[in-house]
């Protein structure tokens, strides 16, 4: 088998090297404007401002005597469209204004064949960090690319390029396992995946419950999922302990590494992109190794629910009734609503720790329904909570960090289609409308009113955008769950 090392070199191998090189090639400018400094009323100034009110981006660029310039300006507003204003929260943050900026002119100056860039970097530091994670997030690409801008910056603060190196770099991690194809990343191998990243880093503890260890704890409906693959099923526990006191918060990732959608299969168009599957472990994944190699003081047990949902001899089927861990039973009306099922019997575990290791709070990431993507497209994430505080704090956070989400509500009047004459509940219904609701619902049956948010991602982008430079796994809750844990977790 080949070295997983192997299928993570292209993310591996591909930082921003910031030196300068002296090698005779085209130089470029990348420069972030102070907030004053275009309203001088000059030709030039009266130009650019011109050219910024028009620009999607607080980006403009042009040709200078010493090579082709990027100006940023985020503090330039563009043209006024109506005295009337959406919710603030949803505007674009500051952070990401200035990411995507920068992110964009990074790739406007890879297609201009620029090798070094000088980069004048913004003297305050939020600025500056959100400048350099937009610089590592431009670079990513899956391919791997021999094509490198070499970065000459104006001024050197090793602390926060090394921070923004490590955001970044967490990022594109899970944009880059959400792009490997599902012959490559199994369950086996996303845990064994897991296992290389973080093991032996201080305060990491891992364990890799198998099939057998599976059917010691009762993950009846993970073991359901995962029956008929010859990969098999299995649950990622990673513990991270920066203190014996300190009180940890459990994130829980979907983690299906494809989704044919079983016996109630997929069409082919519904099944092209269902290696995307298991981008809510990517982005707890993500999170756990940049909390782990930041040495965050917020103490974290990540759990990766991982399976493949195919179709065999042993699949499950419609009518199934299968015992969860947490004693709950469940009667299968679909096998494409398998996410939650997986999520089920984590989320059992996570909330069941006791003593030092019981979680304040709980939150799980998982590309759970097209429902929500039909309701808030594919940028902003469906955010469900059984605690406001909690879902107030997600929410300002995670548009702060420019990861938006939309607090949805936990109609609980819906529960009452989730009925089943033979099981305790079912794990889809016949409506047609709300599935997203009703899929958190279910979720909600398995925290035991443990303080829970429930992020429903789409986990991929359909093109290039902003700081992004193509389409694919696009790390959608890394910046936010960071800014979060960041931030003090707890309400």
């Given at each position: 088998m080949a070295k997983i090392s192997a299928f993570l070199e292209p993310w591996l191998t591909q930082s921003c090297v910031r030196s300068f090189s002296n090698e005779k090639a085209v130089t470029g400018h990348l420069i972030f404007n102070a907030k004053d400094s275009l309203s001088a009323p000059k030709d030039a100034a009266d130009w650019i401002k011109e050219k910024f009110s028009k620009a999607p981006l607080p980006l403009v660029s042009y040709e200078s005597s010493?090579?082709?310039?990027?100006?940023?300006?985020?503090?330039?507003k563009p043209a006024k469209r109506s005295a009337l204003k959406s919710d603030p929260l949803l505007e674009s943050s500051a952070f990401a204004k200035v990411r995507d900026a920068a992110g964009a002119a990074f790739q406007q100056a890879q297609r201009a064949g620029v090798k070094n860039l000088y980069v004048e970097l913004?003297?305050?530091?939020?600025?500056?960090?959100?400048?350099?994670?937009?610089?590592?997030?431009?670079?990513?690409?899956?391919?791997?690319?021999a094509d490198k801008i070499e970065v000459q910056l104006s001024k050197t603060n090793k602390e926060l390029m090394e921070q923004a190196e490590l955001i970044g770099h967490s990022v594109n991690l899970a944009r880059h396992l959400v792009n490997l194809p599902p012959n490559e990343l199994t369950p086996e191998r996303f845990a064994s995946i897991a296992k290389e990243l973080v093991g032996g880093t201080k305060g990491v503890r891992i364990e890799i419950w198998n099939k057998e260890r599976l059917k010691k704890e009762n993950m009846n409906l993970l073991l359901a999922?995962?029956?008929?693959?010859?990969?098999?099923?299995?649950?990622?526990?990673?513990?991270?302990?920066?203190?014996?006191?300190?009180?940890?918060?459990?994130l829980v990732g979907k983690g299906i590494t494809f989704d044919s959608g079983g016996l109630d299969i997929k069409t082919a168009a519904g099944m092209r992109l269902m290696k995307k599957?298991?981008?809510g472990a990517a982005a707890v994944l993500a999170t756990f190794f940049w909390a782990a190699k930041s040495k965050s003081p917020q103490a974290i047990d990540a759990y990766l629910s991982l399976a493949e949902n195919s179709i065999g001899s042993n699949a499950f089927r419609p009518g199934d009734i299968y015992t969860s861990r947490s004693g709950q039973t469940v009667e299968i009306t679909n096998t494409d609503a398998e996410g939650r099922l997986v999520l089920a019997d984590a989320l059992d575990v996570a909330v069941t720790q006791t003593g030092a290791n019981e979680p304040e709070q709980v939150i799980n990431v998982a590309t759970l329904t097209g429902a929500i993507k039909v309701g808030l497209g594919a940028t902003l994430a469906g955010l469900f909570s059984n605690?406001?505080?909690?879902?107030?704090?997600?929410?300002?956070?995670f548009c702060k960090a420019g990861d938006p989400v939309w607090n949805m509500p936990l109609y609980q009047k819906y529960r009452g289609s989730m009925g089943s004459p033979v099981a305790d509940m079912t794990n889809s219904v016949e409506a047609p409308f709300g599935g997203a609701i009703t899929a958190a619902l279910f979720l909600e049956n398995f925290v035991k009113e443990k303080p829970w948010a429930h992020l429903d991602v789409y986990a991929w982008r359909d093109g290039a955008d902003g700081a992004w430079s193509e389409g694919g796994g696009s790390g959608q809750g890394v910046l936010g769950l960071i800014q979060l844990l960041s931030k003090s977790l707890k309400p």
């Open positions: 010493s090579g082709p310039t990027w100006l940023i300006s985020p503090f330039l913004p003297s305050k530091a939020e600025d500056a960090l959100a400048f350099l994670v937009g610089l590592e997030i431009a670079q990513y690409k899956f391919k791997k690319s999922v995962g029956g008929a693959s010859i990969n098999e099923p299995c649950l990622v526990h990673l513990e991270y302990r920066p203190s014996k006191k300190a009180k940890p918060i459990a599957d298991m981008g605690h406001l505080p909690l879902a107030e704090k997600i929410q300002t956070e």
